[in-house]
């Protein structure tokens, strides 16, 4: 018996912008589950010199040296210490402003350790507690591997089919898509009876029509993932109910899979 759609995973974009200062000591952690397909790349990133990473990802001088520095310095750890922690305290982007990890308590994160995901270009997918280092290396990066010319490429088909494997065994073919475009394209070949919904977020603009607003929408994303998880939603149509921070639903404007919610 398939109770479909009574449990589901979230998946999200990571954040360029990382902080391991925080002090908290969470006792809680896991391994990502790619950890040596991720020492592949620090290799083939451990080869390139500063002018290649710079026009590998298009940095500025002083943050091709700092992720030089990274690579050179990552050692797949799996424990957590001042250079590697838990991937939910670590990203600091909008999105995770808007997600306020601060304010899980216990049960969230434990709701979260199982249906929450963080696509990744070095990582490939991540679960809140799973320990990570400092680095950069956005998914939509042309890096050449042995797999092809860029990280789509190298990642194939294990993001979906792990994404596919774990709502097999809760018995859900329900995935909630709040990863950015760049992030989501990661997520190859998923079987056809899997229900993606990918709720967007639209804000009024200055002419009274609602558009999606980039940092609105980032927010956005991370305020429903967090709802999500607070409220413990496992149903579709539970989503429509979702009214944080002045959106709402709207019916005229959703399709089947794409929920969109207004707020102006």
Wanted: a positive charge.
């Amino acid at each position: 018996l398939i109770l479909i759609g009574f449990e589901m995973i979230i998946v999200l974009s990571p954040a360029k912008t990382l902080d391991y200062s925080s002090s908290e000591n969470i006792s809680d952690f896991s391994s990502p589950e790619f950890l040596n397909k991720s020492k592949n790349l620090i290799n083939e990133l451990k080869k390139k010199n500063a002018k290649e990473i710079s026009s590998l990802m298009k940095l500025s001088e002083k943050l091709t040296s700092l992720n030089l520095e990274r690579y050179q310095n990552w050692k797949a750890q799996k424990k957590p210490s001042d250079n590697a922690k838990q991937s939910i305290y670590v990203f600091k982007g909008d999105v995770y402003q808007g997600l306020d990890v601060d304010s899980f308590a216990q049960k969230d994160i434990s709701f979260a350790q199982k249906h929450l995901r963080i696509l990744s270009g070095l990582y490939g997918i991540l679960k809140p507690l799973d320990i990570i280092e400092p680095y950069r290396l956005e998914m939509g990066t042309k890096l050449q591997t042995k797999n092809g010319s860029d990280l789509y490429d190298f990642w194939g088909k294990d993001i979906s089919k792990k994404i596919e494997k774990e709502l097999n065994d809760m018995n859900s073919n329900l995935l909630i898509n709040l990863a950015s475009n760049e992030y989501y394209d990661s997520v190859q070949s998923l079987s056809n009876d899997i229900n993606v919904v990918s709720p967007v977020f639209k804000d009024k603009g200055k002419d009274g029509k609602f558009k999606i607003i980039s940092f609105y929408a980032k927010k956005a994303r991370g305020y429903m993932a967090s709802w999500l998880v607070k409220n413990k939603i496992k149903k579709e149509q539970d989503i429509h109910s979702f009214s944080e921070e002045g959106y709402s639903f709207s019916i005229e404007e959703s399709s089947n899979g794409v929920p969109v919610f207004l707020r102006g």
